[in-house]
């Protein structure tokens, strides 16, 4: 079992960044693919960004292409997504999550088997 802690979150004016982390317990964690997602209030979980095990591949939601990178420490047991640009419509609760798989790049919560409690991101125009 993995358990996924977020953290990073806060308030920033628009065009400002932060830089989430999502911090592993398990020693299979650099076994599986991770992601982000996020959701705002009244919409669906949506995906942001995913990254394989190794860190050589990576995907993102056209929306924050060029704005986001996502990166992982296997070292450290951690994933970070790090936010430059940000618009008020990035404004949500962001989760990490960890894939079934090493290689996936699935942008489906199904997909994904273990989840973080969430840290809120809330942007100001």
């Known amino acids: 079992q993995v358990q996924l802690v977020e953290s990073g979150g806060g308030l920033v004016q628009a065009g400002g960044s932060l830089r989430l982390s999502c911090a592993a317990s398990g020693r299979t964690f650099s076994s599986y693919s991770v992601g982000w997602f996020r959701q705002a209030p009244g919409k669906e979980r949506e995906f942001v960004a995913v990254?394989?095990?190794?860190?050589?591949?990576?995907a993102y939601n056209d929306s924050v292409k060029g704005r986001f990178t996502i990166s992982r420490d296997n070292a450290k047991n951690t994933v970070y997504l790090q936010m430059n640009s940000l618009k008020p419509e990035d404004a949500a609760v962001y989760y990490c999550?960890?894939?079934?798989?090493?290689?996936?790049?699935?942008?489906?919560?199904?997909?994904?088997?273990?989840w973080g409690q969430g840290t809120q991101v809330t942007v100001s125009s």
């Open positions: 990254i394989n095990y190794s860190g050589s591949r990576t």
């Open positions: 999550a960890t894939n079934r798989y090493q290689w996936s790049l699935s942008r489906n919560t199904d997909d994904y088997t273990y």
